[in-house]
């Protein structure tokens, strides 16, 4: 099956700082997406990328899906985007995502 | 437009007992996607219904089944409950497959 991978694996961010983070897969996928979890738990849905780039507010999203990699871009950092950054990918028609171990992101004040 | 909705919240249950877990999708999303996450694991695909029939099946035991029903509400049934099945139970639905995936707030299981 696909394997995800994504780096670093933990980041810690002053406000207002800008940050990369990166997502390889193993194969060739038609559904990349990346998620935020939030302290609570909650799964909040980023960017449906499976190829290009995508801009939302301060969140941007490139794919490369010919060199298998993702990446996604925080600028100014808050307080708020601390928590968890998943990236899943999958293949084929169906729904079936496979998870990468996230990226831990901590910004401080 | 709600989100998805699962219930309950938060479970605890005893080892050998068997436990389902339900999930309303978005409305108009026709496919429901389970997910179980734990510390060691992570987020780990159970299974995805489209249209009442399972398309996809994740590595996990036949003690974890699922359904869809006609209005595209899914449960998730886990039977004979062991100690690592203690999780958070994640349910996403999208319009139709290979569509963004939108979690609801999950169930978390204990058992203990």
């Given at each position: 099956g696909i394997q995800v991978e994504q780096s670093p694996p933990d980041l810690i961010l002053q406000e207002g700082a800008n940050s990369t983070l990166r997502c390889n897969f193993s194969d060739s996928v038609n559904n990349l997406q990346w998620f935020h979890q939030n302290p609570w738990?909650?799964?909040i849905n980023l960017f449906y990328i499976p190829s290009g780039t995508k801009q939302n507010g301060r969140l941007s999203a490139t794919t490369v899906a010919t060199e298998r990699y993702s990446l996604l871009y925080i600028s100014s950092s808050q307080t708020t985007?601390?928590?968890?950054?998943?990236?899943?990918?999958?293949?084929?028609?169906?729904?079936?995502l496979t998870f990468g171990t996230g990226t831990r992101l901590q910004v401080t004040l | 437009k709600a989100g998805v909705t699962q219930t309950p919240r938060y479970l605890i249950k005893t080892r050998?007992?068997?436990?389902?877990?339900?999930?309303?999708?978005?409305?108009?999303?026709?496919s429901?996607?389970?997910?179980?996450?734990?510390?060691?694991?992570?987020?780990?695909?159970?299974?995805?219904?489209?249209?009442?029939?399972?398309?996809?099946?994740?590595n996990f035991p036949?003690?974890?089944?699922?359904?869809?029903?006609s209005n595209s509400r899914s449960e998730m049934n886990v039977s004979t409950l062991e100690l690592g099945d203690s999780a958070l139970y994640l349910c996403a639905s999208s319009l139709v497959e290979a569509t963004p995936l939108h979690f609801g707030n999950g169930t978390r299981l204990t058992v203990t």
């Open positions: 738990g909650q799964l985007d601390s928590g968890v950054y998943f990236c899943a990918a999958g293949a084929g028609t169906a729904s079936k | 050998g007992q068997q436990v389902t877990l339900s999930c309303s999708p978005i409305s108009g999303h026709r429901v996607s389970w997910y179980q996450q734990t510390p060691g694991q992570g987020l780990q695909f159970l299974f995805e219904y489209f249209s009442e029939t399972q398309r996809n099946k994740g036949g003690r974890f089944s699922g359904r869809q029903f």
